[in-house]
């Protein structure tokens, strides 16, 4: 009985954490291909996975005190009908995602948003909420360098001024939020409904020390303060306030970026490979590293990619949107597929069929409408 436990919960591992599976599988085998030797070394954006840790360890801590279940809950309670606490929660993940990045906003705000449609009878509107807010995430977290992973790997990698990488992913970023405002007017009625549930109070000394780490960590991510610090601060803190909040660290998502990084490295020292993606990106940067989400999802194409381009720009701005499309176009699609299908188990086509509608959707406006937009500025 035992080995069988072990057993489940081994292959439930394995499919909670495919995409660190396979990229553990893809490392493997060009290990064997570009056998290690010092240059591994110099694969690993050291500063990309502090930051990443510390950014993900201090949200964990704020998530335990349900700091982020009382923000959205108190902007959800400022409006009375479905149509707006609707846009509340594609809002509310959206800006989320800009501060604690797409994935955790999605496991911050997902439930939120079950708990608001089934407490006040609005469950025909679920599936095209959770869509709405995997896509706000995937596309709110565009703006900071610290929003979604792959930001905060090309920021680095390219060591991309912050005025500069704003800029660049303003023009998508407005045109997501007109295009997401849009969809939750036309699709969600404003039918009236009330927000019952528990009430959440704060420990003030716990919240505020909490919100300065995650301060002294956005600034480790803008390069204000040296990156090492926050190896020694943070879980300092957390291992006397928060013992649980350095356990439930993704680690599965930082490991996902070593072996990436090993894949990536190895691939580049391929001298045919380097010559096939350089061509490829010379061609449409833009459009190539879309297309690239779509089959191995958006982080291992930016940093399989940055090997290959100078162009950071269009690399940015295509490894963001293309976040949008097929369901494995971003690990923050498989979280909330995973999610929805959890309290949805019998609607799982249809949810694939809307999912699908709505994203390719935003896919194909986002590509064209940056195309021009290269073309024209």
């Not at 079950?114 to 706000?136: P, R, S």
């Not at 949810?351 to 986002?366: P, Q």
């Amino acid at each position: 009985m035992d080995n069988v436990k072990k057993q489940s919960g081994f292959f439930a591992f394995l499919k909670k954490n495919v995409v660190a599976v396979i990229a553990l599988f893809a490392a493997i085998v060009t290990s064997i291909i570009v056998p290690p030797d010092k240059a591994y070394l110099d694969y690993f954006d050291y500063k990309t996975l502090t930051c990443l840790f510390c950014v993900l360890a201090v949200v964990c801590a704020l998530k335990n005190i349900r700091f982020f279940y009382l923000l959205a809950r108190k902007c959800v309670e400022l409006f009375q009908n479905a149509r707006m606490s609707v846009l509340a929660l594609v809002y509310i993940t959206f800006i989320g995602s800009m501060l604690i990045a797409n994935d955790m906003a999605l496991l911050t705000f997902l439930p939120l948003g079950f708990l608001v449609l089934t407490t006040t009878g609005k469950q025909k509107y679920m599936a095209f909420t959770f869509i709405m807010q995997n896509i706000a995430a995937n596309l709110g977290g565009m703006l900071t360098p610290f929003g979604n992973p792959q930001n905060l790997y090309l920021y680095n990698f390219f060591r991309i001024p912050n005025l500069e990488f704003m800029g660049i992913m303003a023009p998508p970023f407005v045109l997501s939020i007109l295009l997401i405002t849009v969809c939750c007017i036309v699709f969600v009625k404003p039918e009236p409904l009330e927000l019952t549930g528990e009430s959440v109070s704060l420990p003030p000394v716990r919240t505020t020390i909490y919100l300065l780490l995650f301060a002294f960590s956005i600034f480790i991510v803008f390069r204000v303060i040296p990156f090492w610090w926050g190896l020694i601060v943070i879980p300092l803190f957390l291992l006397f306030m928060d013992r649980r909040a350095l356990l439930q660290v993704d680690y599965p998502l930082l490991f996902t970026f070593v072996f990436f990084f090993i894949f990536s490295g190895n691939m580049a020292r391929i001298g045919v490979v380097r010559e096939f993606f350089s061509f490829l990106l010379d061609k449409n940067t833009l459009v190539f590293s879309a297309l690239s989400c779509q089959m191995i999802s958006n982080v291992p194409s930016a940093i399989l990619l940055s090997q290959f381009t100078e162009n950071y720009a269009d690399l940015l701005v295509g490894v963001n949107i293309g976040g949008a499309g097929t369901l494995i176009a971003s690990l923050a699609s498989l979280i909330t597929f995973r999610e929805y299908i959890k309290h949805n188990p019998g609607k799982t086509k249809r949810y694939l069929l809307e999912f699908s509608a709505f994203n390719f959707g935003f896919l194909i406006l986002l590509t064209v409408f940056m195309s021009f937009w290269n073309v024209w500025f």
